[in-house]
């Protein structure tokens, strides 16, 4: 059975910093494109940060220079590691795998920033 777990989430202050973790099981890691999204209060699940099986990367603009995206196909996990936390930034964080027709999504982390 293929399972993305998330992890990390949590509550801080605008400017601190987190990283989410993505751990993948039952998969074949290094063969899917991967993405965090993420889902506040009544808006609709945006994407955050993407990065392909090759390591190719890109970002929200809203995110650009903050964030990073990275992955370690040896321990079968996606990161992103956020800094300078904004109020803005609060939502349900979810990672996303995608091969081909093959589409898989973790059950979501939250992010809350706040003082």
């Known amino acids: 059975q293929v399972q993305f777990v998330e992890s990390g989430g949590g509550l801080v202050q605008p400017g601190g910093s987190l990283r989410l973790s993505c751990a993948a099981s039952g998969a074949r890691f290094n063969i899917y494109d991967m993405g965090w999204y993420r889902q506040a209060p009544g808006k609709q699940r945006e994407l955050v940060a993407g990065?392909?099986?090759?390591?190719?990367?890109n970002y929200a603009d809203s995110v650009k220079g903050r964030f990073t995206i990275s992955r370690d196909n040896a321990k079968n996990t996606l990161y992103l590691q956020m800094n300078d936390l904004k109020p803005e930034d609060t939502a349900v964080y979810f990672c996303?795998?995608?091969?081909?027709?093959?589409?898989?999504w973790g059950q979501g982390t939250q992010v809350t920033v706040s003082s």
């Open positions: 996303n795998a995608e091969f081909g027709s093959w589409r898989y």
């Open positions: 990065i392909t099986s090759s390591g190719r990367t």
